[in-house]
Nanobody, 123 residues
């Protein structure tokens, strides 16, 4: 399974972005999906996860209702809608997949990763 993120960019505080993750080489319907982020000098952290049918989602505590993860299995794509962006949201955002069918926010539980897309939020 190959994952490719897009939709990153440079925005101002309070703006919105929608990230997309398109999969190839397999069907995402077999996987739970997640978004992570990594800022310079920091560890990769969990942002959001969604189960394989899209009926359950979970988020990192810092999200505070600003982000929404969704998926379209027919398009083999996962999305992350980010609203009310803050400078501290600046990071490289990664899409990831795992087949455990158990919600998880741990980096080590995810088997497949994309290359990441940069999100920069200016104040």
């Amino acid at each position: 399974l190959y994952l490719a993120e897009s939709g990153g960019g440079t925005v101002q505080t309070g703006d919105s972005l929608r990230l997309s993750c398109v999969a190839s080489g397999g069907r995402i319907s077999s996987f739970d999906m997640g978004w992570f982020r990594q800022a310079p000098g920091k560890e990769r952290e969990f942002v959001a996860g969604i189960n394989w049918v899209g009926e359950r989602t979970h988020y990192g505590a810092f999200v505070e209702g600003r982000f929404t993860i969704s998926r379209d299995n027919a398009k083999n794509t996962v999305y992350l809608q980010m609203n009310s962006l803050k400078p501290e949201d600046t990071a490289v955002y990664y899409c990831a997949a795992h087949s455990n069918k158990i919600p998880t926010m741990f980096v080590g539980d995810y088997n497949y990763w994309g290359q990441g897309t940069q999100v920069t939020v200016s104040s």
